[in-house]
DNA sequence: AAGTCGAACGTTATATTGTTACACTGCACG
DNA sequence: CGTGCAGTGTAACAATATAACGTTCGACTT
């Protein structure tokens, strides 16, 4: 089994080794920012590293409250704030627009309109990139004249993992 | 023409009389709530026109400020939320996630699982339920093993009437 | 008529989430 | 060497939302 890209799959499987997914998004996330001659810094780094500590979304406040007493000094607000701001722009981290957290995109380095699936038992936060949603979408809006820039999808409900439970 | 239910064309409509939009969705909200047995007093339904007061999403606290001086006592945030939450559990306003802010709903009476169309050049909210997409969310979200309870779908983009300024 | 109950609202305080503004540092580049 | 700029630190604050508890008032019971 190749090490590569099941990363998107793997949110809703109960137990897996996730250790692996974080060293995976890491390292994918040092090829992005190398390629595109942006710095993924030490406090970037750990931001994104820290994010992806689970499948579930993670708050800004909580990632601060980690970053207690691992930096020189407490991390502030707009230390957090800004590495999460930088990630999301490099597509490496996806903000919960409904839960107003943060999650680390499975796969970044090609932008897309993904789709949020979150599950309300468990927390875990999945994500698809379906192409019937996608056109669904932009048919409905252009016959409304609505000229589509940004999507926010996110869809509540219960994984499966939690429904066979 | 009838009075009733073009209120879901009107958001992007540049020139329109309002105020027949205010009057019907605050006359249907009260025929909802009789039917329903639940009270619109004074604070929701005033909520509900400041909601109303344009197609655009407005937020909490800039209700509040416009409703100061005009109740008893000035009013704090816990009025104004519980007022919101009462009319989102009746269907008669939606959350816009995406911004924090809230919007009347144009088709109230029947639940819904609506499509949120946010102008960002001129900040209005309109609204579509399209069953082709209700449908592809649907597919794709029951392939991935997921049983959806609610959706969040927001789409940011530019409406007919600014695109042709 | 008096008692009781619950929905709605008022009040105070606080929690949570995010931004502004400005200072400092260190490295890339001339 | 300067000089500029990206990144970070720091302090203050703004914006959004909730918790906890008290008060009012009308419907219903007795």
């Known amino acids: 089994m190749p090490m590569d890209s099941r990363l998107e ?3 809703f499987e109960a137990a897996h080794d ?5 060293r995976e998004a890491l390292s994918a996330a040092a090829a992005i920012c190398e390629e595109r001659g ?5 406090v970037r780094r750990r931001v994104l590293e820290l994010v992806w500590s689970s499948h579930q979304a993670v708050k800004a406040y909580d990632l601060m409250a980690q970053m207690q007493g691992e930096m ?3 991390a502030k607000p707009p230390t957090v704030y800004r590495a999460l701001d930088f990630l999301m722009e490099q597509g490496l981290v996806h903000r919960v627009d409904s839960l107003n957290a943060y999650v680390g995109c499975p796969t970044p380095g090609r932008t897309h309109r993904e789709q949020l699936l ?3 038992e468990c927390g875990a936060v999945g994500e698809m990139e379906d192409p019937a949603v996608a056109h669904a979408l932009g048919e409905a809006a252009s016959r409304a004249g609505f000229s ?3 999507q926010t999808v996110e869809l509540q409900g219960i ?5 066979s439970v």
Chains 1, 2 share one sequence.
Not at 18 to 22: D, P, T, W, Y
Request: proline share 4%.
């Open 118 to 120: 979150i599950c309300t």
């Open 9 to 11: 799959e793997l949110a």
């Open 159 to 163: 994984c499966g993992a939690c429904q």
């Open 148 to 150: 589509v820039q940004r």
């Open 72 to 74: 020189a000094q407490a």
């Open 38 to 42: 942006v710095r993924l810094t030490p």
């Open 18 to 22: 996730h250790s692996a997914c974080v």
